[in-house]
């Protein structure tokens, strides 16, 4: 039985990507008052530990004051998940062979206050303590 990925990759290599998405709150004035942004950083984990942390890994996505980190990943996540039907293709800088390749989100990490902003938690202000 041959692989449904021989297929889909229509005879080019096929590669996958593993990428990390995370979100972050800041301020967009240089003044003392608090202009909430919601940032969107994206980062790839195909990297080797050594350079994975350096800064020019970490890309910038998109910003909103009026979209929420969840919903600024819905747009991004429904463009990885057609990567998975639609694998893209790519010429390799190498060997100039046409290749495709298939993008999978890994993780979300986040601080701790965005982190609970984006799930929901009501944190310290909850009745019972747990």
């Excluded at 301020?27 to 790839?44: D, E």
Aim: include cysteine.
């Amino acid at each position: 039985m041959p692989n449904a990925l021989r297929e889909l990759a229509q005879g080019d290599p096929l590669y996958t990507s593993f990428v990390d998405l995370f979100g972050d709150d800041v301020s967009g004035n240089k003044s003392k008052l608090w202009n909430k942004h919601n940032n969107l950083y994206v980062m790839h984990r195909n990297l080797p530990r050594q350079i994975l942390q350096q800064d020019f890994h970490i890309h910038f996505l998109s910003t909103s004051q009026h979209a929420s980190v969840p919903e600024q990943i819905e747009g991004f996540k429904a463009q990885i998940d057609s990567t998975h039907a639609h694998p893209v293709r790519v010429r390799h800088a190498v060997t100039s062979q046409h290749v495709r390749f298939r993008l999978f989100l890994n993780a979300e990490p986040m601080d701790n206050p965005m982190q609970s902003e984006a799930s929901g938690h009501i944190g310290g202000n909850s009745n019972c303590s747990c």
